[in-house]
């Protein structure tokens, strides 16, 4: 076999591969076979790439001939032997190109099953202004419902149980706040709330001690003081739990007066950006 005929025939093979593993793709085929498919098609590729670079392409061999005082003579020209060469490896180039452009669709397809973009939903969470905050069981929560120094679960309601909304509501004395510039009708009577989601890496803050009013993560240890914006004062967290702004409603139950003003959770690379940037 000559060595154009095992390049057409190694690209060939990787086109029927590549064309395979498109139709597994898409039929849902088991990995096993995608797997193969891949294999012929990166393998048939590469065996084209390596017989081409071997056996078609000119080495010339450099030697340093003594000088002869007699005219040099051209070898005869073989007619035909040139547009043969060039109709060979154009032929064999766009061969080559196409099956570089079949491969590379078939390694792009698997980009579709990544799903939709997240969009801003890693700035929302299901809070929106007048949703009651409510208990696991989803009942609605009163000031005085809470005993002073006590944490307690709450969710939008309608979204009991939803992780992203998860808040805890504390009750403190209003004269130990000293929250952030701005902040002053988001505690009313002393009620504040937080997100339950650590800032570190997105574990639930469960646990309250209520004499030095310290919020501590169970999974790293990062402590957050309630009374300062819950602001981290220990552990590997950097940035303070968002705050939940809320107020009494004109039934007399705590409901939120919107969404946390600051993403949830751990960060994340676009966490600077904001849907008020444009997103």
Request: glycine share 10%.
């Given at each position: 076999?000559?060595?154009?005929?095992?390049?057409?025939?190694?690209?060939?093979?990787?086109?029927?591969?590549?064309?395979?593993?498109?139709?597994?793709?898409?039929?849902?085929?088991?990995?096993?076979?995608?797997?193969?498919?891949?294999?012929?098609?990166?393998?048939?590729?590469?065996?084209?790439?390596?017989?081409?670079?071997?056996?078609?392409?000119?080495?010339?061999?450099?030697?340093?001939?003594?000088?002869?005082?007699?005219?040099?003579?051209?070898?005869?020209?073989?007619?035909?032997?040139?547009?043969?060469?060039?109709?060979?490896?154009?032929?064999?180039?766009?061969?080559?190109?196409?099956?570089?452009?079949?491969?590379?669709?078939?390694?792009?397809?698997?980009?579709?099953?990544?799903?939709?973009?997240?969009?801003?939903?890693?700035?929302?969470t299901?809070?929106?202004?007048?949703?009651?905050?409510?208990?696991?069981?989803?009942?609605?929560?009163?000031?005085?419902?809470?005993?002073?120094?006590?944490?307690?679960?709450?969710?939008?309601?309608?979204?009991?149980?939803?992780?992203?909304?998860q808040t805890l509501l504390i009750k403190v004395r209003p004269s130990d706040l000293e929250l952030p510039t701005g902040r002053e009708a988001w505690v009313p009577e002393g009620c504040v709330a937080y997100s339950k989601v650590c800032t570190h890496a997105g574990c639930p803050v469960g646990l309250y001690r209520a004499k030095e009013h310290l919020l501590l993560c169970p999974c790293h240890q990062s402590t957050f003081d309630v009374l300062r914006g819950a602001v981290p004062v220990f552990g590997p967290a950097a940035r303070p739990l968002p705050q939940l702004p809320i107020e009494v409603d004109a039934e007399g139950y705590l409901a939120a007066l919107g969404d946390f003003p600051d993403p949830i959770g751990p960060g994340f690379w676009d966490m600077t950006h904001t849907p008020a940037d444009g997103a």
């Open positions: 076999m000559t060595a154009s005929r095992g390049v057409a025939l190694a690209l060939a093979i990787s086109i029927v591969a590549s064309l395979a593993l498109v139709v597994i793709y898409v039929a849902d085929g088991s990995v096993q076979l995608q797997g193969i498919a891949l294999a012929l098609a990166l393998g048939g590729m590469g065996t084209a790439i390596v017989i081409w670079a071997v056996g078609l392409i000119d080495a010339p061999i450099e030697v340093e001939e003594r000088h002869s005082f007699m005219p040099a003579q051209r070898p005869a020209a073989v007619p035909g032997v040139a547009a043969e060469e060039i109709t060979r490896r154009r032929f064999l180039t766009r061969l080559l190109t196409g099956a570089g452009a079949i491969l590379a669709t078939a390694l792009v397809l698997p980009a579709f099953s990544l799903g939709p973009q997240p969009g801003t939903d890693l700035f929302r299901a809070w929106g202004r007048g949703l009651r905050l409510v208990d696991s069981g989803n009942r609605p929560v009163r000031p005085g419902d809470l005993v002073l120094d006590s944490v307690t679960t709450v969710f939008p309601q309608g979204f009991v149980g939803r992780a992203d909304s």
